[in-house]
């Protein structure tokens, strides 16, 4: 089994539309957890961290389940410039060879008009 | 100006040379890292570097080595470069730390072609 694993998509979305990304990872003990965006041909950046309780940042939520051990994004009100893809990272602590970040290999959007 | 730069952003090369990539980092962090990305395949860590004096194995070392030349510099050597290490390059930074503080801030990427 994959560490993070991610629907890679992608998902076209009509601009306004609402749309839900999941996550899995497989390490239980795993400490923090992570929504990064990256656009074509550019760095990732981090979007949202993701806490216990849910959160939320204008129209992006976050949740993580534990218990599931999965996360989820969801974004509301969808925009052109919120194509992108969506990297689902997950914190192992000090991971040997695998480093202590655990990146998925991503969920594309394409947002359309 | 970028807190954490890569030079060059575009190489091209041939089977078996030796090829250096730099990153440099004005952000004062300890950490550092080297990824290649590739399609469908993802970020995968190369080496990562928690402090001057340390370095460690990624799950995909074999055929690069680094060097950590001071805090803000550390560099990703590709010995005698093959075709499959075509692909982009990313260096990133990090804090110790938890929840956010654990963000890794990358450079821009360096796209590798291997001929």
């Known amino acids: 089994r994959k560490e993070v694993e991610q629907d890679p998509g992608p998902f076209n979305v009509p601009e306004g539309a609402t749309v839900a990304f999941n996550c899995t990872y497989s390490?239980?003990?795993?400490?923090?957890f992570f929504w990064y965006r990256q656009d074509c041909r550019k760095e990732p950046k981090l979007l949202m961290s993701?806490?216990?309780s849910g959160n939320e940042d204008g129209r992006f939520t976050a949740q993580l389940n534990r218990a599931s051990q999965y996360i989820s994004l969801l974004i509301r009100d969808s925009k052109l410039s919120d194509s992108a893809t969506y990297l689902c990272v997950v914190n192992i602590g000090y991971g040997g060879s695998q480093g202590n970040l655990i990146f998925g290999k991503g969920t594309k959007l394409s947002v359309k008009p | 100006d970028a807190d954490v730069t890569q030079t060059p952003r575009n190489r091209i090369t041939k089977t078996g040379k030796r090829i250096m990539l730099e990153c440099s980092q004005t952000?004062?962090?300890?950490?550092m890292y080297w990824y290649r990305q590739d399609p469908g395949l993802g970020l995968r860590l190369i080496y990562y570097s928690f402090d001057v004096k340390d370095i460690n194995k990624g799950e995909i070392s074999d055929g690069y080595s680094v060097s950590r030349q001071a805090q803000a510099k550390f560099s990703l050597s590709l010995e005698s470069a093959i075709p499959n290490q075509t692909a982009l390059y990313f260096c990133?930074?990090?804090?110790?730390?938890?929840?956010?503080?654990?963000?890794?801030?990358f450079g821009p990427g360096t796209r590798l072609l291997v001929l």
């Open positions: 993701v806490y216990s």
């Open positions: 390490n239980s003990a795993s400490q923090s």
């Open positions: 952000k004062g962090h300890d950490r």
């Open positions: 990133a930074t990090s804090e110790p730390g938890t929840g956010a503080q654990e963000t890794q801030y």
